[in-house]
């Protein structure tokens, strides 16, 4: 069982460069979610998703975009890296939505540098 | 909004000692409270969920508390061990809200 599965696990842009990174899940999980994680600021949520099809913003959305097409997967866009973008980036999922005690698992997270 | 508090934000006890992690919240509406533990360099794993309608979850040498009232969970660990050096984050949505907000982390050294 792969869990939640992120890749890369490492990449360097420049700034201005656009960027997919990619989280998958075989658990069937419907709620999935994109962090990120910086020192001194902890876990920020970037997007949030319910389902195929239906996604939110979290905490700190801007420059970001993402998509839900199918259960499995949960891309997250970078249009045009800033160095502020540097960062730690960690998907999750979890099998329920909030009225659920289920877990949250965490994939082993992106290492992006903005140059 | 929710916000979730973790204090102390560094910690460092010797080896055998009992010790007591804590996490507040501003919003007594958390559905759930869960508890995590991350190494260096390396990803987020769970440690204990506490459902809406528990007060305690027990896992090994750890035991989570959950009190919506006073909006306060702990996280205790028995006998504490080198290998439980690490930090510890709390998290939890609201009623209704599919927002899952974190702690900033309690780091823990274990002096061997």
């Known amino acids: ?26 658990m069937n999980h419907e709620y999935m979610s994109w962090y990120r994680q910086d020192p001194g600021m902890g876990l920020r949520l970037i997007h949030y998703s319910v389902g195929a099809g239906i996604t939110d913003q979290g905490e700190v959305p801007n420059g970001y975009n993402v998509s839900r097409s199918t259960t499995e997967d949960f891309p997250l866009r970078l249009l045009s890296a800033a160095p502020s973008q540097t ?29 | 909004k929710q916000e979730v508090t973790q204090i102390p934000a560094a910690l460092s006890v010797p080896e055998g000692e009992n010790l007591v992690l804590n996490c507040s919240f501003t919003d007594s509406a958390i559905y759930n409270l869960q508890w995590f533990r991350q190494d260096p360099g390396k990803g987020l794993t769970s440690l204990l969920l506490i459902q809406s309608s528990q007060r305690e979850q027990t896992s090994g040498r750890l035991n989570a508390s959950l009190d919506k009232s006073s909006g306060r969970s702990t996280l205790y660990i028995a006998a504490s061990q080198p ?3 690490a930090t510890y984050l709390c998290a939890g949505p609201r009623n209704r809200d599919d927002k899952i907000i974190f702690g900033k982390g309690t780091r823990l050294h274990i002096l061997p």
């Open chain 2, 83 to 85: 290998g439980d050096s």
């Open chain 1, 87 to 115: 960062s730690v980036y960690f998907c999750a999922s979890r099998k329920g939505r909030w009225g659920t005690n289920e877990k949250l698992f965490f994939g082993s997270g992106t290492q992006l540098s903005v140059l």
């Open chain 1, 1 to 26: 069982n792969a869990g939640v599965t992120q890749t890369p696990k490492f990449q360097v842009l420049k700034t201005g460069q656009s960027m997919t990174l990619q989280c998958a899940q075989d």
